[in-house]
């Protein structure tokens, strides 16, 4: 009785030994916050991400061999590049010439011949920690969690009659990778520790600590274009260094040639940092670059005299200031309590609610993993690549998907996750204003639909149906308002109205007139959609796609805006004549659908799911559902004649934006089939958003989007509560998430009812009377500055 009660005892140690005197207590943890699985990941699929948004790891968790692959997020390939070519402008009036006439496919022609560019660099994986385990693989009770309140992974197991355990998690405060070992019999921990990588590199030992260092290709090419060896030249490309320190309590720590072996411990903890030489988009990292050595050193100063339980209460105490923030649940269910690739596995649109709320708060993980001030901004895999030629690059796509990444960023209270967009598009602005001069003779800035972290912003190669994208800018700049509409922070608005300004102005100057006196963009796409013209033929290049000119119109209307409060009236002038003048949204008449194109054509391809002219629904407002219902109408019959849900596996993008459109729609059961669906076929066992193959991550981050969406909106100029829950959540709440305007709100229902809801003004710069609505109800309510009112479900 007494040894089991001392392994009780010691089961409980990480946590209760680690909640000092006066540290917070830890959150409670439920079925939205924790997940798990039975055993080891056999591929990177069924790894579990961990992340501090500049190194991010996948934690395997194997018994006999375990491996964390790591990235840093400045690790490209490739250097600062100048892809600009003067005078490339000269060709325009010829190709707006023929789209004006109608030859679109002469038009396409004379833009795949001379406008395209070079392809993107890739994103580079780092380096491996490699560490083996004697004994033969024989465990009991093996569990690898993941617990989103903290942060950090667990791996426990029984073997030989010793109860193992290692927490690892991915410090901000402290810029390293950290693993604790221990287990519940003295000087009983055994294993060697090693580094490895993909890139050309060297590893060694030295005072305790394994070194690699490298170098990244001064080339590679997207994966796309076919296999290509990466391109390795002296004095070219960014250097790295990774050190892993491995510090033991009791037995041996001994080198083994270039790795390290610990033996007869009683436990261990390691901790992995790593730095690269960039200096920044538009410096040499080889010949201009920043000391890696020295930065890692740096690292190493200040962890190395440092107390595992420091380096934990650190973490978590960072960690949980920002997840903390917001709660969700949506009822208990028996599933619940399997490992998370059962559950994905197994999952029936009739069961398991929790897996939704579950998928919401990992979506909130991943982007505190992947974004925290001073890194890079989430890519297309957020920060975790494993692939020499990754997928798209793992670049930012920004006719889409970088974007989507960040439709979370406010509404879920993570708006300092936000800040590394808004650093990507100042220095985007740099090269940006080159091509804006030499490709279209136009003043501002522009970026078209691809950026790498070289920030370069000429058309890519391949063909102009994606490339020619050239609102991606603009679409960019809808993210500093949005961040100033929840944080109402004029210093901010400030700091970055020259960058809407400018953008703006590259439209004043570049946007044309068509033949119905109108002002568009010319040349067009729209979305990397084809069209089919009433005569059969086929085509992409256009003027005036209703999504250009949708993300053209916000833009304005922002800038002028931002000018009214940054007492800027001359250049909002200049911004409302050509305002009055773009080119209307249209509803075919042949149809009653929203027009994707200024001309009534129709989608080449209706089914690909790609519906770009829904933009001014899913993320500008100027279609909803009440203030322009003849429009929302007219999009209502564009996406019922689409479907986008059912495209591809409803992944990604595929899935995110019918999943807004129909919590915007206010119809719950449309919202749930497309979460079902991506449930459904979209999961990879360890709960990420696969995508033809790769991890997407704006598939899990649009999805908790919508989740948010269908609870809580503000985009229509009124606060919205439970505006289009399923009925598979006939009981729960939702505290801490944030609307525009200043606001927090939680709320709450019970039979499918609201039952409360808590509203504070804790951002607000005055006393506000704001519209609520829920249902049917809209009540005006008044908030002073800094107030809390509770409403019922009557709004009183």
Not at 94 to 119: F, M, S
């Amino acid at each position: 009785m007494r040894n089991t009660f001392a392994k009780i005892v010691w089961w409980l140690l990480p946590t209760t030994l680690l909640a000092c005197a006066g540290d917070p207590p830890p959150a409670k943890q439920t079925s939205s916050t924790i997940l798990y699985m039975d055993k080891p990941a056999a591929s990177w699929y069924e790894a579990t991400p961990i992340g501090n948004g500049r190194l991010g790891g996948m934690v395997y968790g194997g018994v006999t061999r375990d491996t964390i692959r790591t990235n840093d997020d400045t690790f490209w390939s490739g250097e600062p590049r100048d892809l600009q070519r003067p005078g490339t402008y000269k060709v325009l009036p010829e190709i707006r010439k023929l789209l004006l006439e109608e030859k679109n496919q002469e038009a396409q022609n004379v833009i795949d011949a001379n406008l395209l560019g070079p392809w993107n660099q890739n994103y580079m994986p780092l380096a491996d920690i490699l560490l083996e385990w004697p004994g033969d693989g024989n465990v009991s009770g093996y569990r690898r969690e993941l617990d989103l309140n903290r942060g950090v992974v667990t791996i426990t197991y029984a073997q030989n009659g010793i109860n193992y355990k290692r927490e690892l998690f991915a410090s901000y405060p402290d810029q390293a990778i950290v693993m604790n070992i221990s287990t519940d019999k003295k000087n009983a921990i055994e294993f060697t520790a090693g580094l490895g990588s993909q890139i050309e590199s060297g590893v060694k030992v030295e005072d305790g600590q394994i070194v690699i260092d490298g170098q990244a290709p001064y080339h590679t090419d997207p994966n796309y274009t076919g296999v290509h060896p990466p391109v390795y030249k002296e004095g070219k490309g960014m250097r790295f260094e990774g050190r892993l320190l491995v510090k033991q309590e009791g037995g041996s720590l001994t080198p083994s040639g270039d790795k390290l072996h610990v033996k007869d411990a009683t436990s261990a903890t390691l901790a992995f940092m790593a730095a690269t030489s960039f200096n920044g988009f538009d410096k040499d990292p080889y010949t201009n670059g920043k000391d890696e050595k020295a930065i890692c050193r740096k690292y190493l100063t200040s962890l190395e005299a440092k107390k595992y339980s420091d380096l934990y209460k650190a973490h978590v105490a960072d960690y949980a200031s920002l997840f903390g923030r917001v709660s969700i649940d949506l009822g208990e269910s028996a599933e619940a309590a399997l490992p998370i690739n059962r559950r994905i596995a197994d999952y029936k649109p009739s069961m398991d609610p929790a897996l939704t709320a579950l998928y919401f708060q990992f979506g909130r993980y991943l982007l505190i993993s992947a974004s925290r001030p001073g890194s890079q901004p989430a890519n297309l895999q957020g920060i975790w690549n494993q692939d020499m030629q990754p997928a798209w690059s793992a670049n930012w796509t920004i006719n889409c998907n970088a974007e989507i990444n960040y439709w979370p960023a406010e509404i879920t209270n993570l708006s300092e996750c936000h800040a590394p967009m808004f650093d990507m598009i100042r220095e985007t602005s740099v090269d940006g204003a080159k091509t804006a001069k030499n490709l279209y003779n136009s003043r501002g800035w522009m970026a078209h639909h691809n950026l790498d972290i070289w920030r370069t912003t000429w058309m890519v190669g391949g063909t102009g149906l994606y490339s020619l994208f050239q609102v991606g800018g603009a679409w960019l700049c809808q993210h500093i308002w949005e961040h100033y509409l929840f944080t109402l922070d004029e210093d901010f608005l400030k700091d970055h109205y020259d960058l809407l300004k400018n953008a703006s102005l590259f439209y004043l100057d570049n946007i044309q007139t068509d033949r119905d006196g109108y002002l568009v963009t010319s040349p067009s796409e729209s979305f990397e959609n084809g069209f089919v013209k009433p005569d059969g033929e086929t085509g992409w290049a256009c003027i005036g796609s209703a999504q250009d000119m949708q993300i053209i119109r916000a833009l304005f209307e922002n800038t002028m805006k931002a000018a009214d409060i940054l007492n800027d009236g001359a250049f909002k002038e200049d911004v409302s004549k050509a305002y009055a003048k773009l080119a209307p949204m249209k509803i075919s008449p042949r149809t009653g659908q929203l027009q994707e194109w200024n001309d009534d054509w129709e989608p080449s391809n209706p089914a690909s799911g790609q519906v770009g002219h829904g933009w001014a629904f899913a993320v500008g407002n100027q279609i909803t559902l009440r203030g322009t219902p003849e429009l929302a109408q007219a999009f209502r019959k564009t996406i019922d004649y689409r479907r986008p849900g059912y495209s591809y596996n409803s992944g990604s993008w595929t899935g995110t934006f019918p999943a807004v459109y129909w919590a915007r729609f206010e119809e719950p059961d449309s919202v749930q089939r497309v979460i079902d669906r991506h449930f459904d076929l979209a999961l990879s066992p360890n709960l990420t958003c696969e995508f033809m193959k790769s991890w997407q991550i704006d598939g899990n981050l649009g999805i908790t989007t919508a989740i948010t969406e269908m609870l809580l909106q503000s985009h229509a100029g009124e606060i919205s509560l439970l505006p289009a829950l399923p009925a598979k959540y006939p009981a729960g709440s939702v505290t801490g998430l944030r609307v525009r305007g200043g606001y927090e709100v939680d709320i709450f229902w019970k039979d499918g009812k609201l039952t409360k809801a808590v509203i504070k003004a804790d951002r607000t710069k005055k006393d506000e009377v704001i519209p609520v609505r829920y249902g049917g109800i809209v009540k005006a309510v008044k908030l002073a500055k800094g107030e809390t009112v509770i409403l019922d479900g009557s709004l009183e």
